[in-house]
Protein backbone atom coordinates (compact mmCIF):
# COMPACT_ATOMS: atom_id res chain seq x y z
CA UNK A 1 0.00 0.00 0.00
CA UNK A 2 3.04 1.95 1.24
CA UNK A 3 4.58 1.54 -2.21
CA UNK A 4 1.22 2.81 -4.26
CA UNK A 5 1.48 6.02 -2.90
CA UNK A 6 4.58 6.85 -3.52
CA UNK A 7 3.90 5.73 -7.35
CA UNK A 8 0.61 8.10 -6.96
CA UNK A 9 3.07 10.81 -5.59
CA UNK A 10 5.46 10.29 -8.32
CA UNK A 11 2.71 10.73 -11.29
CA UNK A 12 1.63 13.52 -9.41
CA UNK A 13 4.96 15.38 -8.91
CA UNK A 14 5.60 14.39 -13.08
CA UNK A 15 2.26 15.83 -13.72
CA UNK A 16 2.90 19.07 -12.07
CA UNK A 17 6.22 19.36 -13.64
CA UNK A 18 4.73 19.42 -17.37
CA UNK A 19 2.22 21.69 -16.29
CA UNK A 20 5.48 24.00 -14.98
CA UNK A 21 7.21 23.59 -17.74
CA UNK A 22 4.38 24.31 -20.15
CA UNK A 23 3.83 27.58 -18.38
CA UNK A 24 7.04 28.15 -18.85
CA UNK A 25 7.10 28.79 -22.02
CA UNK A 26 6.32 32.12 -22.97
CA UNK A 27 4.35 32.30 -26.71
CA UNK A 28 6.86 33.64 -29.02
CA UNK A 29 7.71 33.56 -32.16
CA UNK A 30 8.67 30.94 -33.94
CA UNK A 31 11.65 29.22 -34.97
CA UNK A 32 12.68 28.14 -38.53
CA UNK A 33 15.25 25.54 -39.09
CA UNK A 34 16.23 24.72 -43.05
CA UNK A 35 17.93 22.19 -44.62
CA UNK A 36 18.44 21.73 -48.50
CA UNK A 37 20.06 23.30 -51.37
CA UNK A 38 20.85 26.64 -52.66
CA UNK A 39 17.34 27.52 -52.80
CA UNK A 40 17.27 28.17 -49.18
CA UNK A 41 20.86 28.40 -48.41
CA UNK A 42 21.64 31.98 -47.09
CA UNK A 43 24.86 31.75 -46.09
CA UNK A 44 26.50 27.99 -45.68
CA UNK A 45 28.68 28.39 -48.89
CA UNK A 46 32.05 28.82 -48.19
CA UNK A 47 33.37 32.50 -48.81
CA UNK A 48 37.21 31.46 -50.27
CA UNK A 49 35.30 29.78 -52.73
CA UNK A 50 34.07 31.51 -56.12
CA UNK A 51 30.10 31.69 -55.93
CA UNK A 52 27.39 33.16 -54.59
CA UNK A 53 30.06 35.23 -51.71
CA UNK A 54 31.29 36.84 -55.23
CA UNK A 55 29.51 39.36 -57.39
CA UNK A 56 26.94 39.81 -58.96
CA UNK A 57 25.16 37.73 -56.34
CA UNK A 58 23.28 40.23 -53.88
CA UNK A 59 23.22 42.81 -56.71
CA UNK A 60 19.50 43.81 -56.32
CA UNK A 61 19.24 42.95 -52.55
CA UNK A 62 21.06 44.20 -50.37
CA UNK A 63 23.81 44.98 -52.99
CA UNK A 64 26.34 42.87 -52.24
CA UNK A 65 26.79 39.04 -51.83
CA UNK A 66 25.53 37.57 -48.63
CA UNK A 67 26.04 33.84 -50.20
CA UNK A 68 22.81 33.13 -51.33
CA UNK A 69 22.57 32.19 -55.12
CA UNK A 70 20.40 35.00 -56.61
CA UNK A 71 20.86 38.65 -56.87
CA UNK A 72 18.29 38.81 -53.48
CA UNK A 73 15.84 36.67 -51.71
CA UNK A 74 15.29 33.71 -51.54
CA UNK A 75 12.83 30.71 -50.95
CA UNK A 76 14.24 31.07 -46.95
CA UNK A 77 13.79 34.69 -46.64
CA UNK A 78 10.01 34.77 -47.89
CA UNK A 79 9.18 31.64 -45.26
CA UNK A 80 10.91 33.81 -42.60
CA UNK A 81 8.73 36.97 -43.09
CA UNK A 82 5.46 35.06 -43.27
CA UNK A 83 6.31 33.86 -40.31
CA UNK A 84 7.10 37.44 -39.00
CA UNK A 85 10.81 36.28 -38.39
CA UNK A 86 14.12 37.73 -39.70
CA UNK A 87 15.92 34.91 -42.01
CA UNK A 88 17.58 32.54 -39.52
CA UNK A 89 21.18 32.24 -39.04
CA UNK A 90 23.03 29.81 -41.38
CA UNK A 91 24.71 27.16 -39.71
CA UNK A 92 28.29 28.52 -40.29
CA UNK A 93 27.93 31.70 -39.36
CA UNK A 94 26.29 31.12 -36.15
CA UNK A 95 27.50 32.63 -32.95
CA UNK A 96 27.22 30.50 -29.92
CA UNK A 97 26.89 33.20 -27.52
CA UNK A 98 23.49 34.53 -29.51
CA UNK A 99 21.63 31.06 -28.83
CA UNK A 100 18.88 30.09 -32.05
CA UNK A 101 17.21 33.60 -32.35
CA UNK A 102 14.97 32.95 -35.06
CA UNK A 103 16.44 29.75 -35.80
CA UNK A 104 19.09 28.15 -37.51
CA UNK A 105 19.21 27.39 -41.48
CA UNK A 106 21.96 24.18 -42.53
CA UNK A 107 21.57 24.24 -46.07
CA UNK A 108 24.13 23.84 -48.19
CA UNK A 109 24.29 25.05 -51.81
CA UNK A 110 25.12 22.21 -54.06
CA UNK A 111 23.94 19.54 -52.07
CA UNK A 112 21.31 16.76 -52.15
CA UNK A 113 19.35 13.98 -50.26
CA UNK A 114 22.15 11.95 -50.98
CA UNK A 115 26.02 12.91 -51.20
CA UNK A 116 26.20 15.10 -54.92
CA UNK A 117 28.24 17.82 -56.14
CA UNK A 118 28.71 19.06 -52.02
CA UNK A 119 29.80 17.61 -48.79
CA UNK A 120 26.79 18.36 -46.50
CA UNK A 121 23.86 16.23 -47.84
CA UNK A 122 20.42 16.12 -45.82
CA UNK A 123 21.97 13.73 -43.67
CA UNK A 124 25.05 15.30 -42.72
CA UNK A 125 22.65 18.74 -41.84
CA UNK A 126 20.34 17.10 -39.67
CA UNK A 127 23.77 15.20 -38.32
CA UNK A 128 24.35 19.23 -37.48
CA UNK A 129 21.04 19.95 -35.66
CA UNK A 130 21.26 17.35 -33.84
CA UNK A 131 24.40 17.92 -32.25
CA UNK A 132 23.04 21.07 -31.32
CA UNK A 133 20.29 19.64 -29.70
CA UNK A 134 22.59 16.95 -27.42
CA UNK A 135 24.47 20.38 -26.76
CA UNK A 136 20.88 22.66 -25.31
CA UNK A 137 21.69 24.86 -28.07
CA UNK A 138 18.23 25.33 -27.84
CA UNK A 139 14.93 24.57 -25.38
CA UNK A 140 12.33 22.59 -25.85
CA UNK A 141 10.37 26.17 -25.59
CA UNK A 142 12.32 26.78 -29.15
CA UNK A 143 11.35 23.34 -30.55
CA UNK A 144 7.78 23.66 -28.81
CA UNK A 145 7.69 26.81 -31.83
CA UNK A 146 9.22 25.53 -34.64
CA UNK A 147 9.15 25.05 -37.97
CA UNK A 148 11.37 22.80 -40.44
CA UNK A 149 11.58 23.97 -44.05
CA UNK A 150 13.20 21.12 -46.66
CA UNK A 151 14.12 21.74 -50.26
CA UNK A 152 16.33 19.33 -52.14
CA UNK A 153 16.56 16.68 -54.61
CA UNK A 154 17.82 18.81 -58.13
CA UNK A 155 21.39 17.99 -57.44
CA UNK A 156 20.01 14.48 -56.91
CA UNK A 157 18.73 14.05 -60.54
CA UNK A 158 21.84 16.82 -61.95
CA UNK A 159 24.32 14.35 -60.25
CA UNK A 160 22.57 11.01 -61.38
CA UNK A 161 22.23 12.32 -65.03
CA UNK A 162 25.49 12.86 -65.56
CA UNK A 163 26.25 9.85 -63.61
CA UNK A 164 24.56 7.98 -66.36
CA UNK A 165 25.82 10.59 -68.73
CA UNK A 166 22.04 11.58 -70.00
CA UNK A 167 20.67 8.50 -70.21
CA UNK A 168 17.50 7.79 -67.80
CA UNK A 169 17.99 3.55 -67.43
CA UNK A 170 17.32 3.03 -63.68
CA UNK A 171 15.27 6.16 -63.18
CA UNK A 172 11.97 4.85 -61.64
CA UNK A 173 14.33 3.04 -58.97
CA UNK A 174 16.51 5.84 -57.94
CA UNK A 175 13.54 8.02 -57.54
CA UNK A 176 11.67 5.79 -55.38
CA UNK A 177 14.88 5.72 -53.53
CA UNK A 178 15.48 9.04 -53.28
CA UNK A 179 11.75 9.33 -52.16
CA UNK A 180 12.10 6.85 -49.22
CA UNK A 181 15.56 8.25 -48.10
CA UNK A 182 14.00 12.07 -48.02
CA UNK A 183 10.32 10.54 -46.02
CA UNK A 184 13.18 9.04 -43.65
CA UNK A 185 14.78 12.24 -43.20
CA UNK A 186 11.55 13.98 -42.39
CA UNK A 187 10.29 12.15 -39.84
CA UNK A 188 13.82 12.63 -38.19
CA UNK A 189 14.09 16.15 -38.32
CA UNK A 190 10.26 15.64 -36.49
CA UNK A 191 11.46 13.02 -34.09
CA UNK A 192 13.91 15.37 -33.41
CA UNK A 193 11.42 17.62 -31.75
CA UNK A 194 10.11 20.11 -34.52
CA UNK A 195 6.69 20.61 -34.67
CA UNK A 196 5.59 21.05 -38.02
CA UNK A 197 7.76 19.95 -41.24
CA UNK A 198 7.25 21.66 -44.68
CA UNK A 199 9.13 19.87 -47.54
CA UNK A 200 9.11 21.71 -50.95
CA UNK A 201 8.52 19.66 -53.70
CA UNK A 202 10.98 19.75 -57.09
CA UNK A 203 10.54 22.64 -59.10
CA UNK A 204 9.80 23.08 -62.76
CA UNK A 205 13.27 21.68 -63.66
CA UNK A 206 12.40 21.58 -67.38
CA UNK A 207 12.11 25.22 -67.66
CA UNK A 208 15.32 26.13 -65.57
CA UNK A 209 17.62 27.56 -68.31
CA UNK A 210 20.23 24.90 -67.42
CA UNK A 211 17.98 22.24 -69.47
CA UNK A 212 16.95 24.79 -72.01
CA UNK A 213 19.49 24.81 -74.88
CA UNK A 214 19.72 27.23 -77.69
CA UNK A 215 19.34 27.77 -80.66
CA UNK A 216 16.01 27.44 -78.78
CA UNK A 217 16.11 30.78 -77.66
CA UNK A 218 14.34 30.09 -74.71
CA UNK A 219 11.58 29.54 -75.83
CA UNK A 220 10.29 25.76 -74.72
CA UNK A 221 10.80 23.91 -71.48
CA UNK A 222 12.47 20.22 -71.64
CA UNK A 223 8.86 18.29 -71.21
CA UNK A 224 10.71 15.06 -70.27
CA UNK A 225 12.44 16.40 -66.78
CA UNK A 226 9.34 17.94 -66.03
CA UNK A 227 7.92 14.56 -66.69
CA UNK A 228 10.23 12.91 -64.22
CA UNK A 229 9.99 16.18 -61.58
CA UNK A 230 6.18 15.17 -61.44
CA UNK A 231 6.55 11.85 -61.28
CA UNK A 232 8.95 12.89 -58.05
CA UNK A 233 6.29 15.31 -56.51
CA UNK A 234 3.30 12.64 -56.99
CA UNK A 235 5.54 9.77 -55.00
CA UNK A 236 6.38 12.83 -52.59
CA UNK A 237 2.95 13.33 -52.27
CA UNK A 238 2.01 9.64 -51.18
CA UNK A 239 5.19 9.32 -48.70
CA UNK A 240 4.09 12.96 -47.26
CA UNK A 241 0.39 11.46 -46.69
CA UNK A 242 1.83 8.26 -45.30
CA UNK A 243 3.74 10.04 -42.48
CA UNK A 244 0.58 12.05 -41.30
CA UNK A 245 -1.46 8.96 -41.22
CA UNK A 246 1.12 7.33 -39.00
CA UNK A 247 1.54 10.28 -36.89
CA UNK A 248 -2.18 10.24 -36.21
CA UNK A 249 -3.10 12.69 -38.85
CA UNK A 250 -2.31 15.81 -37.45
CA UNK A 251 -1.01 17.40 -40.86
CA UNK A 252 2.32 17.62 -38.95
CA UNK A 253 3.92 17.17 -42.35
CA UNK A 254 3.18 19.38 -45.18
CA UNK A 255 4.13 20.00 -49.16
CA UNK A 256 4.95 23.01 -50.69
CA UNK A 257 4.15 23.18 -53.90
CA UNK A 258 7.09 24.64 -55.36
CA UNK A 259 6.35 23.26 -59.08
CA UNK A 260 2.80 24.78 -59.75
CA UNK A 261 3.57 28.05 -57.93
CA UNK A 262 6.72 28.14 -60.11
CA UNK A 263 4.55 26.97 -62.98
CA UNK A 264 1.75 30.05 -62.59
CA UNK A 265 4.83 32.65 -61.64
CA UNK A 266 6.52 31.66 -65.16
CA UNK A 267 2.89 31.90 -67.18
CA UNK A 268 2.15 34.90 -65.64
CA UNK A 269 5.91 36.63 -66.51
CA UNK A 270 4.57 35.51 -69.99
CA UNK A 271 1.85 37.52 -69.79
CA UNK A 272 3.32 40.78 -68.38
CA UNK A 273 6.35 40.34 -70.55
CA UNK A 274 4.21 41.82 -73.48
CA UNK A 275 3.38 45.56 -71.71
CA UNK A 276 6.29 45.87 -69.40
CA UNK A 277 10.10 45.68 -69.28
CA UNK A 278 10.26 42.23 -68.25
CA UNK A 279 11.61 39.64 -71.08
CA UNK A 280 11.45 36.05 -71.46
CA UNK A 281 11.08 34.84 -68.15
CA UNK A 282 13.11 31.35 -69.47
CA UNK A 283 15.84 33.65 -70.26
CA UNK A 284 18.43 33.97 -67.49
CA UNK A 285 19.63 37.65 -66.64
CA UNK A 286 23.47 36.35 -66.38
CA UNK A 287 24.02 34.27 -69.61
CA UNK A 288 27.59 33.55 -69.09
CA UNK A 289 29.10 31.54 -66.50
CA UNK A 290 32.08 29.18 -65.18
CA UNK A 291 31.22 25.79 -64.15
CA UNK A 292 27.49 26.91 -64.21
CA UNK A 293 28.63 29.86 -61.71
CA UNK A 294 26.86 33.74 -62.55
CA UNK A 295 29.99 35.62 -64.05
CA UNK A 296 29.59 39.45 -63.35
CA UNK A 297 30.88 39.56 -67.53
CA UNK A 298 27.41 38.09 -68.77
CA UNK A 299 25.00 39.77 -66.27
CA UNK A 300 22.32 41.69 -68.30
CA UNK A 301 21.35 45.46 -67.38
CA UNK A 302 18.49 45.07 -65.13
CA UNK A 303 18.48 41.86 -62.99
CA UNK A 304 14.96 42.80 -61.50
CA UNK A 305 13.41 42.25 -65.15
CA UNK A 306 14.42 38.50 -65.04
CA UNK A 307 12.58 35.67 -63.80
CA UNK A 308 16.15 33.64 -63.76
CA UNK A 309 19.01 35.06 -62.57
CA UNK A 310 21.44 32.49 -63.54
CA UNK A 311 21.08 28.80 -65.38
CA UNK A 312 19.68 27.33 -62.40
CA UNK A 313 17.99 29.71 -59.80
CA UNK A 314 15.31 32.47 -59.73
CA UNK A 315 15.84 36.01 -59.43
CA UNK A 316 15.01 38.09 -56.42
CA UNK A 317 11.90 39.18 -58.53
CA UNK A 318 11.29 35.55 -59.69
CA UNK A 319 11.23 34.50 -56.32
CA UNK A 320 9.04 37.31 -55.28
CA UNK A 321 6.33 35.77 -57.78
CA UNK A 322 6.84 32.14 -56.85
CA UNK A 323 6.24 33.05 -53.29
CA UNK A 324 2.81 35.08 -54.27
CA UNK A 325 1.64 31.99 -55.04
CA UNK A 326 2.73 30.08 -52.34
CA UNK A 327 1.04 32.53 -49.72
CA UNK A 328 -1.94 30.97 -49.96
CA UNK A 329 -1.20 27.15 -49.22
CA UNK A 330 0.99 28.68 -46.02
CA UNK A 331 -1.87 30.84 -45.03
CA UNK A 332 -3.95 27.25 -44.58
CA UNK A 333 -0.78 24.86 -43.79
CA UNK A 334 0.96 26.92 -41.06
CA UNK A 335 -1.70 29.59 -39.69
CA UNK A 336 -3.78 26.66 -38.89
Known sequence: MEGKGIFLVGLLLLSIADISTAQNCPKGSPKLFVFGDSYVDTGNWPKNVRGPWKEPFG????????????????????????????????????????????????????????????????????????????????????????????????????????????????????????????????????????KKVVVATLPVIGCLPLHIIPPNSYQNCDEESNKNAMIHNQLLQKAVGKLNIDDGNKNTFVILDLYNAMVSAIDQFRQDAANTEHKNPLQPCCSKSVEFICSAEGLCSNPKSSFFFDLAHPSDNGWNAIYSFLQGSLNNDLKA
Not at 101 to 110: D, I, K, P, R
Open 59 to 194: KTFPGKPTGRASDGRVLTDHIASFLGIESPTPYQQRDASKGIQQGLNFAYGGSGVFPTWAKDSLTVQIDQFEQLLKENVCSQCDLDSSVALVSTGINDYSFYSAAKKGSNDGLPAFTEGLVNQLAADLQRINRLGV
